[in-house]
Every structure is written in C-alpha cells, then in structure tokens.
C-alpha cells in the first residue's frame, strides 16, 4: 500500500501557535469577568472602559506575541483568521472564542499601541477586525455569536453580560471610516437598544434627541469627553442608552468627511482645510503628537512600516 502524502507545512507556523483557544478564551473572561447569569454594575462596567484599565495589564503578556506575529504578515498573505483560528460556528464555545479574537484586533491595540505604533491599530489591525466582525454577524441569526437569544438559550448568558458582548461587536462597526460600516453600526445599536427597551419597558431618552445625535459632528469627542455614567448603581438601561447615543454619533463625522479626522496624523493623510478648522473646534481630540506624525511621514515616503513595538514596549 501506497504510503499518505505528507501534509504540508503550514505557511503560518508562528500563529497557529499563537492564536488559541485558550488566548481567546483569557481574552473574553478577561474583558468580561462576570458571571454569565449574574447582574452586572455598569457604573463599574463603564468605569473599566473608559476610566480605567485593568484589563490590558491581565493580558498583555499573552496578547503581545499574537498581535508582533500577525504584524509580521502583509494584510494579504494573512489566512481568513475567523475561518482557521475560530470553531464552527455551530459549536458552543464558538460566541466566546469570537469575542476574543476581535478583542485581540480590535481593543487591545487601542490599549496598547503608543507612538508611531498606533499607526499598526488604524491602518492594520482595524481592517482585519473589520474583515472578522462582518464573518461573526454575516452569520444566520441561529449561529450569530452576539444572538441574544443564543446567548440566553444555549449558553445561560443574562441580558446584563449579553450587553457586555454586544458592546464589544459594536465597537469594530463604528471604529469603521467605511459609510456602509458607519449604516450598519446604527442598525446595530438600534437592535441592541430595542432587546433592551422591550425587556423593561423603558425607552431610551436620546430618541427624543435622534436627530442630534445622527447629525453633530463635534458629539462623540464632547461625550467621550464626558464619559460614561457614574454612580452608586447605574442600571443596564442607563449605559446601553448612552453607549447606543456613544457608538450613533460616530456616523455623522464619517458622512461629513468620509473619515475620522483625528486619524489624519497617525496615517500620514493630510488634512484638509474644513478637517483642520473641524480639529481646532475639537481641541484636536484623539490626535497624536507632532513628533509620531512626522516619523509616520518619513515612514510612507519610504515605504516602509516601523515595526510594531517601537514606542509600546
């Protein structure tokens, strides 16, 4: 008998090492340390987003070496990394392992690249997370990882940690510069804001406020600004409400100028004259400083990318 052919070499040895189940899974209960079926203070919720960081410390280690070997890769010799590193999507354990993997591309570089490294968040990581979350919610609603009803019937989940995991799917849509992204995140967040009205009775206060908040280009730096809601006991509906109000004012920046200007430095693209009066009305919110953008220039005017780590580790 004629002997099997050997199995050939994987092209990518380094991130099949790398990118795991168990990376993925660290990464969800990192970012989530709930209970599934336990309430959840969102005022802590809110608070460990935007106020704080305890989460990138309790991963960065394992996390580093994923995100120095995916960087390794031009974005078109990467693998479809939700088709080889993700189980089936009929599998149980698939919601989470998803989860982690966009949390990998998509949050722990805002977290963790500094300097001329953030470069590697907006001009790489965002376009492969994007690439994942339109694979995770392409999906039939059955087997979607961010279904409340998946979430509640298969894996036990609350509607408090669902919210959790919607908030971070939601995310990747609007970090989004593409219109179609932009449309597409407000139905998102109009769908998780519907689950949540119909469950309590309650309707959100910013739809009084819809056609503002779908149209104010110097709303999300103002709210971000603000930060989310604080107190004793924020309850499930406060912080949906005002992130859904958060993720919708992302669209009218990216109608009025096709991107987020305040990206502008960190990708090396100049600004424009409305963009530039736009930026000084904002305080040039989110930008980086003078001395990234300069070595972001010399870096595309050689075509070169400065390695990923530079100024983060």
Same mark, same amino acid.
């Given at each position: 008998?004629?002997?099997? #052919?050997?199995?050939? #070499?994987?092209?990518?040895?380094?991130? /099949?090492?790398?990118?795991?189940?168990?990376?993925?899974?660290?990464?969800?209960?990192?970012?989530?340390?709930?209970?599934?079926?336990?309430? +959840?203070?969102?005022?802590?919720? @809110?608070?460990? +987003?935007?106020?704080?960081?305890?989460?990138?410390?309790?991963?960065?280690?394992? *996390?580093?070496?994923?995100?120095?070997?995916?960087?390794?890769?031009?974005?078109?010799?990467?693998?479809? %990394?939700?088709?080889?590193?993700?189980?089936?999507?009929?599998?149980?354990?698939?919601?989470?392992?998803? %989860?982690?993997?966009?949390?990998?591309?998509?949050?722990?570089?805002? %977290?963790?690249?500094?300097? +001329?490294?953030?470069?590697?968040?907006? /001009?790489?990581? /965002?376009? &492969?997370?994007?690439?994942?979350?339109?694979?995770?919610?392409?999906? #039939?609603?059955?087997?979607?990882?961010?279904?409340?009803?998946?979430?509640?019937?298969?894996?036990?989940?609350? =509607? /408090?940690?669902? !919210?959790?995991?919607?908030?971070?799917?939601?995310?990747?849509?609007?970090?989004?510069?593409?219109?179609?992204?932009?449309?597409?995140? !407000?139905?998102?967040?109009?769908?998780?804001?519907?689950?949540?009205?119909? *469950?309590?009775?309650? +309707?959100?206060?910013?739809?009084?406020?819809?056609?503002?908040?779908?149209?104010?280009?110097?709303?999300?730096?103002?709210?971000?600004?603000?930060? #989310?809601?604080? @107190?004793?006991?924020?309850?499930?509906?406060?912080?949906?409400?005002?992130? @859904? =109000?958060?993720?919708?004012?992302?669209?009218?920046? !990216?109608?009025?100028?096709?991107?987020?200007?305040?990206?502008?430095?960190?990708?090396?693209?100049?600004?424009?004259?409305?963009?530039?009066?736009?930026?000084?009305? &904002?305080?040039?919110? *989110?930008?980086?400083?003078? *001395?990234?953008?300069?070595? !972001?220039?010399?870096?595309?005017?050689?075509?070169?990318?400065?390695?990923?780590? &530079?100024?983060?580790?």
């Amino acid at each position: 008998m004629g002997q099997k #052919p050997a199995t050939p #070499p994987s092209p990518w040895p380094d991130l /099949d090492n790398l990118l795991t189940p168990t990376l993925f899974t660290h990464l969800t209960t990192s970012r989530l340390p709930y209970t599934r079926n336990t309430p +959840i203070n969102f005022s802590h919720f @809110g608070r460990d +987003i935007f106020l704080a960081d305890p989460f990138s410390p309790l991963v960065k280690d394992a *996390a580093w070496p994923a995100l120095l070997a995916i960087s390794k890769y031009p974005l078109e010799k990467l693998p479809d %990394l939700h088709e080889r590193y993700l189980p089936s999507p009929s599998d149980d354990s698939y919601p989470e392992q998803c %989860l982690g993997l966009l949390l990998l591309l998509d949050n722990l570089p805002r %977290l963790l690249f500094k300097g +001329i490294d953030a470069r590697w968040t907006f /001009d790489f990581f /965002d376009h &492969i997370a994007q690439r994942v979350v339109h694979s995770c919610i392409g999906l #039939p609603e059955e087997l979607r990882p961010d279904s409340w009803g998946r979430w509640r019937d298969r894996l036990g989940a609350g =509607m /408090d940690y669902w !919210v959790g995991v919607r908030f971070w799917f939601g995310v990747v849509l609007v970090h989004s510069e593409k219109r179609s992204d932009q449309e597409l995140g !407000v139905m998102y967040t109009e769908e998780t804001r519907r689950v949540v009205e119909e *469950a309590n009775g309650q +309707i959100d206060p910013w739809r009084e406020k819809r056609e503002v908040v779908l149209s104010d280009v110097t709303m999300f730096p103002r709210e971000f600004r603000q930060g #989310p809601p604080q @107190g004793q006991e924020v309850t499930r509906e406060e912080w949906v409400f005002w992130a @859904g =109000m958060l993720m919708d004012c992302h669209r009218p920046v !990216v109608e009025r100028f096709g991107r987020y200007p305040w990206l502008n430095a960190i990708t090396g693209r100049a600004s424009t004259e409305e963009e530039e009066e736009y930026l000084d009305k &904002i305080r040039h919110f *989110a930008e980086v400083g003078e *001395a990234a953008r300069a070595r !972001v220039r010399r870096d595309l005017d050689d075509g070169r990318w400065s390695p990923l780590g &530079i100024d983060s580790l």
